[in-house]
């Protein structure tokens, strides 16, 4: 329902967003990554027949339901991700109820590799060198994620690390929601611990997979948890111009599991 639901968005709204854009979506992690038939079986064939044409939406519109693979322990609201926010999307704990799996992953960079490009951007200046690497409190979101970042060089003056030089070295991270340890193997190199993967905002698939394997809920009470205040109705399959809702409509269920 949810990648139907989003599908059905950018349907709708592509043009609007690039008056040159002649497709709706890419099977890329840009929108809804696709890897081809091969993992298509009896289960996603059933989920897709039995939801036949529902989408959500909220106060009469399809909504943009993102998704993710792994929240970490803790969705994110889409304002401190795209710096606009989405009503039915918060920053939230997954239930407590169940065990999430979690991704958890490590990587390090070398102070040496970052002094160069702080050189580069002139950021740190010559003769100088990068002391350390700090996330203030400010600089992250209310679910934790990592939003800004600083330095501190040498002489102990503190400046902002731009997000961008960062992810040029250490390399695009699965998740913001990572911390900074010094690498016990090196005096110059840093070593990045995070969890999750993916932006952390709407559903996250391994939550859900928690919810509905150890909590038997359906998939009606899983959108309700990630989607909050969202409506699911039925496409009208007669409609070809423009994807319209038949006259039923379904509150989907709300629960208060995990606040």
Known sequence: VAART???????????FSSDRIWDVDDTINFQAYTGTSLVSDKTDLAISST?????????????????ADSGGQTEDALSVWSQAIPFTVARPEAP??????SVW?????????????R??????KG??????VIPVVGRSPSGRVKSMAMIDSSGQ??????SIFRKVAGQMPSPLFYLEKDPKSARSILIKGVGFGHGVGMSQQGAAALAGQKAWDYKQILGYYYLNTTLCTLDAGNDSMPECKSQKEKVAQTNAGR
């Open 158 to 163: 503190h400046k902002t690390m731009p997000m």
């Open 106 to 118: 490590e990587r390090n960079f070398s102070l040496a590799a970052m002094e160069n490009e702080l």
């Open 6 to 16: 989003y599908a059905v968005y950018h349907l709708i709204y592509a043009r609007r």
């Open 120 to 125: 580069a951007a002139g950021l740190l200046e």
């Open 128 to 133: 100088k060198s990068l002391k350390s690497i």
């Open 52 to 68: 036949e044409g529902q989408i959500l939406t909220f106060r009469g519109n399809v909504i943009q339901a993102f998704y993710h």
């Open 97 to 102: 109820e169940v065990q999430v799996a979690k």
